[in-house]
């Protein structure tokens, strides 16, 4: 869990994937078509890839991938980002880490 931790908080916006996930994609292209280059960890290419993935569950992302942290905050997965994104709200939680 420490390494998840750390590893949200170094940058504004990270993202945990799956090298082979559709939805992770997905998520990465909407984040740059709002002007945000965020870091993505693929935990698949990680030794310590399993322990990452039970940690993403146990701090409450309801899949392990894509898990979303903007400013170190676990924002969720694809059901949360679509629907900030489609209320609006997303937009506006990464204005300032819009290049």
């Known amino acids: 869990m420490d390494k998840v931790m750390r590893l949200a908080s170094e940058k504004g916006v990270v993202i945990f994937t799956k090298s082979s996930c559709c939805l992770c994609y997905a998520v990465n292209i909407l984040f ?22 039970k940690a993403l569950l146990r701090l409450g992302c309801p899949v392990p991938v894509p898990a979303v942290f903007i400013g170190g905050k676990l924002m969720g997965s ?12 997303l937009t506006q939680l990464l204005k300032p880490y819009q290049s």
């Open 32 to 53: 740059q078509e709002i002007g945000v280059r965020p870091v993505v960890h693929e935990i698949d290419q990680d030794p310590e890839g399993r322990e990452m993935e």
């Open 78 to 89: 694809t059901n949360e980002i679509m629907s900030l994104h489609l209320s609006g709200s």
